[in-house]
């Protein structure tokens, strides 16, 4: 263990499925224990999947704080102000688009995810407006050209 992690607690975080990419499918595969957690998932349009950057889980990943070499225009940014993987806890964050669940399998399939095959899924939270949707925002300059809207086809690992 690090000694920056010996001096501050720390915190179990676990799986609860994985991502799984077949046959031009993104489906979210969930452990058997969490498959009740599915129930009524099926009455939302959209989910939110907190993943894990898994393939930057890495002590030299976790202690870096600003992100140099952005694929956009912006300038040198700390990571709390990108989405890099590169972060102290390699936790993502992606909005898609549901377009069914089977919760007798634990299989959730879904528009797109910018996640590769195999990632570990670790919670699922409805989409919900009023908590999820903010109506006046500000960006960062460099993220002023961006799209307004999520696109309909979903965020995937192509973006």
């Known amino acids: 263990m690090s000694e920056r992690l010996a001096?501050?607690?720390v915190y179990e975080i676990f799986p609860v499925g994985h991502i799984r990419r077949h046959d031009?499918?993104?489906?979210?595969?969930?452990?058997e224990p969490y498959v009740p957690a599915l129930k009524e998932l099926d009455k939302f349009s959209h989910v939110q999947v907190f993943w894990?950057?898994?393939?930057f889980d890495d002590e030299m990943y976790r202690g870096i704080t600003q992100s140099e070499?952005?694929?956009y225009d912006a300038?040198?940014?700390g990571l709390f102000a990108c989405r890099s993987p590169v972060r102290p806890n390699p936790?993502?964050?992606t909005t898609a688009e549901i377009l069914s669940v089977d919760p007798e399998a634990g299989v959730v399939e879904i528009v797109n995810i910018d996640a590769f095959d195999g990632t570990p899924v670790i919670d699922l939270k409805?989409?919900?407006?009023?908590c999820d949707r903010v109506e006046n925002v500000r960006v960062g300059e460099w993220a002023a050209d961006?799209?307004?809207?999520?696109?309909?086809?979903g965020q995937g690992l192509e973006d």
């Open 7 to 9: 001096k501050e607690e």
């Open 24 to 31: 031009g499918r993104t489906t979210l595969e969930i452990l």
């Open 52 to 55: 894990w950057f898994s393939e």
């Open 69 to 71: 070499h952005s694929p």
């Open 75 to 77: 300038p040198v940014l």
């Open 91 to 93: 936790i993502a964050l």
């Open 126 to 130: 409805p989409y919900i407006p009023v």
């Open 146 to 153: 961006w799209p307004q809207w999520f696109p309909e086809e």
